[in-house]
């Protein structure tokens, strides 16, 4: 059943397991002795393929019941693999798994698809050459990333200047395997998930953060203990329910077991700065990480906002969605400083404004700044939706279908798949 204008958004919702989570747990899991247990994972192509490459480097993976048993081997004891490890369309996967493969002494491939392979891995790599890995790049930037790791890496002291968890979470990863003491220090706070994980897990890591850096110190001195490990719904997944209900007038959700982690939920404030109706519900705190259930009972129209360039890394992934939202309230919004997006799946930001055009908001992109000049008044909508397989693309400009009198084409939906293969039965099971 198509949505469209005439629907709201309703019921008890559950979002899937949370992506970033879902990533971390099989990898750590896979450094743990002993067996592990991973609930509610997120079965996206993304994170089996983080599970497929585990495997390959060691790891016993299995599913029972609906639940992953994990049973890990030691840092520094990684498989060499029989063939090259393949991450699909998943940034964090090869990312973060290059950080693994670095300190160990083995030989590895990384690669993925094709937009994938048109994503900047310098990044990461050149943090990990420092330790002494040796790392061949395609034209020097791009994957397949092929890795010489080393055994005896050198323990480093880190800056990173640009915000980004994937670099952090590389880098503290090849420390796992690294003697000696390892320092980060960041500049711009980012998700922190490998973090809390690890403490999860009785690693020596020490946490220090104040309102401009944040220090991280590890030393592997204490093994990874297993887990048993309920995984939180995904606040990037749910930011497409939750927008949406906010967006739309006579709309009431309920969310339920959602992570609520304060790096995750920048979106959350922006929606009530403009006016979004949402309650927060039973804050928890689980494996280091916090969840909270969200109620949504939205009675009046969102009113337009502005974001600076400082509160976009918190929200980087919701910018989509987001955009949607101000497209169907009072006023002018202006997004500030989104030059991340245009590193993403696919330029996010000239793809954000060439739909919203195409199916009749007026938005202008100044430098890297998105103006979107809203109303209340339904969209003409009947846009062909270019979206170059960009999953958040795909998913928020269906949810444009609420606020439009036609309802815009998108043909090809499969990228969704990646990092949210429920969504078209969720959203069908919340619109009446």
């Given at each position: 059943?198509p ?5 709201k ?12 989570i ?6 750590l ?16 192509e ?15 993976i ?56 048109k994503?900047?891995?310098r990044?990461?790599t050149d943090?990990?050459?420092?330790i ?9 930037s ?13 323990p480093?002291?880190?800056d990173?200047?640009?915000p ?10 090849s420390?796992l395997?690294?003697?000696g003491?390892v ?23 020490k ?9 991280i110190?590890m ?34 959700l ?20 403009m ?10 705190k ?5 969840l909270?259930?969200l109620?949504?009972?939205?009675k ?21 969605i ?9 006023g ?12 993403k ?20 992109i ?7 000049h ?14 170059h ?10 949810i ?32 009446h």
């Amino acid at each position: 059943m198509p949505i469209n204008s005439k629907k709201k958004i309703q019921g008890i919702y559950y979002p899937p397991g949370d992506k970033s989570i879902s990533h971390r747990s099989l990898i750590l899991t896979g450094q743990a002795v002993g067996k592990s247990e991973i609930t509610n994972l997120l079965e996206g192509e993304d994170v089996i393929n983080t599970l497929l490459v585990m495997r390959e480097l060691g790891a016993r993976i299995t599913k029972k019941n609906g639940k992953y048993i994990v049973f890990g081997i030691p840092p520094g004891a990684l498989f060499q693999p029989k063939k090259q490890l393949d991450f699909g369309n998943s940034g964090t996967g090869i990312r973060l798994l290059a950080g693994l493969i670095s300190s160990n002494n083995i030989k590895a491939t990384l690669k993925g698809d094709k937009s994938l392979s048109k994503r900047p891995m310098r990044r990461v790599t050149d943090h990990l050459k420092r330790i002494g890995a040796s790392i061949e790049l395609k034209k020097n930037s791009f994957p397949p990333i092929k890795i010489k790791g080393v055994g005896d890496a050198i323990p480093l002291n880190y800056d990173i200047k640009i915000p980004s968890a994937q670099i952090k979470s590389a880098i503290m990863l090849s420390a796992l395997n690294t003697n000696g003491i390892v320092k980060i220090k960041e500049f711009k706070s980012t998700r922190d998930h490998t973090e809390n994980m690890l403490k999860a897990m009785g690693y020596n890591i020490k946490v220090k953060e104040n309102s401009k850096y944040r220090f991280i110190e590890m030393k592997n001195d204490k093994d990874l203990k297993p887990i048993k490990l309920n995984v939180p719904g995904d606040p990037s997944s749910a930011a497409f329910f939750i927008t949406a209900a906010c967006l739309k007038p006579g709309s009431k959700l309920v969310v339920k077991n959602m992570l609520f982690n304060k790096t995750r939920i920048g979106f959350i404030k922006t929606l009530k700065k403009m006016g979004g109706n949402i309650q927060i519900l039973n804050k928890k705190k689980v494996n280091n990480e916090i969840l909270a259930d969200l109620k949504i009972n939205q009675k009046t129209h969102l009113k337009s906002t502005i974001l600076k360039p400082e509160d976009v890394p918190l929200q980087v992934d919701e910018i989509p969605i987001l955009s949607i939202a101000a497209s169907y309230a009072k006023g002018t919004s202006v997004f500030r400083g989104l030059k991340e997006l245009t590193v993403k799946e696919s330029n996010r930001l000239e793809l954000i404004h060439q739909n919203l055009k195409n199916m009749g908001v007026k938005s202008e992109i100044k430098e890297f700044d998105l103006y979107i000049h809203g109303d209340t008044d339904l969209k003409k909508g009947g846009a062909k939706i270019i979206h170059h397989h960009d999953h958040r693309i795909v998913m928020s400009f269906y949810i444009a279908n609420l606020i439009c009198e036609k309802s815009n084409k998108i043909d090809d939906k499969s990228s969704v798949k990646t990092s949210y293969p429920s969504f078209f039965k969720h959203i069908t099971h919340h619109t009446h």
